[in-house]
């Protein structure tokens, strides 16, 4: 099996419908694909690879040997000849990038804050895209995600964050995970994974499988939120990378996710009509008491968040 590789630009094209289905099949089956000629340019993400690699290399790599608590943890239980796997901690070196923060983005590796800056603009010109895609797919109104992850005042809310991601060679990947098995908490999440090391699998089937690497893909996964818009036809997906012994691997994932004070429930459109009363197994809810749940229960089975949150 492979996750589905879709050809984004044919949307356009003669073969629009097929693409549609192409993408309604990836959001209903897999929960998982990838888009190839998606309208960002190979020489922006060339930038983005140089300047992601090289930010680690000076500002990051010397730390994450240092003080990192898995390294810190491995290496005790490797003195000790212990074959306990860390169950716990994820091997990765992680930073996240926002329009708030953006004082605090990384300063002295040249053209990071510029080229990820505009990667950035153009990743929520795609999500944006996507989600019309969905919107017209699930037969709803032009913009309702949108306008459902912005919430009822109309205005620019919905959050928007990039989380900047190496996990580097592993002496002991048996022991750990680079990143434990879970679903993603909000809206549409964009990849831009390494095409050199892999590592990133999801579940399908009582099975993992790898997403396969392809050089300038964008993979395209769906969080928790969608399933809840769509009333679960769109299904959050269990997804994981592993550890390697050899090679760098770079991750950047932007998430377009609900402002927090956004009110999320099932689209009416996919609600029965006679079932609207009844319990459809998604409840309305704020997004932010979502988040509240979300990060004590993030490695856990995603139904009882859903029930959690109902509870408040």
Known sequence: ?????????????????????????????????????????????????????????????????????AVKMMNELVAKKSDEK?????????????????????????????????YRSELKKLAEKVMEVMDENLGLPKGFIK????????????????????????PHPEMITGLRAHTDAGGVILFFQDDEVGGLQILKDGEWIDVQRIPNAIVINIGDQIEVLSNGRYKSVWHRVLTMTEGNRRSIASFYNPWLKATIAPAPQLV?????????????FVFGDYMSVYAEQKFLPKEPRFHSVKAM
């Open 1 to 69: 099996m492979a996750i589905p590789v879709i050809d984004f630009s044919k949307l356009s094209g003669a073969e629009r419908a097929k693409t549609m289905a192409q993408i309604a099949n990836g959001c209903e089956e897999w929960g998982f694909f990838q888009l190839v000629n998606h309208g960002i340019s190979a020489e922006l993400l060339e930038r983005v690879k140089k300047v992601s690699m090289e930010c680690y290399k000076m500002e990051r790599e010397e730390g994450f040997r240092n003080s990192n608590k």
């Open 86 to 118: 860390m169950e716990n901690i994820d091997w990765e070196d992680v930073f996240f990038l926002t329009e708030e923060n953006q004082s605090k983005w990384p300063s002295k590796t040249p053209g990071f804050k510029e080229t990820m800056a505009e």
């Open 147 to 170: 306008n459902a992850f912005n919430g009822e005042d109309g205005g620019d809310n919905a959050f928007f964050c990039t989380k900047v991601a190496h996990y580097p060679p592993c």
């Open 272 to 284: 029965e009509k006679v079932n609207q009363e009844e319990d459809q197994g998604y409840p309305k």
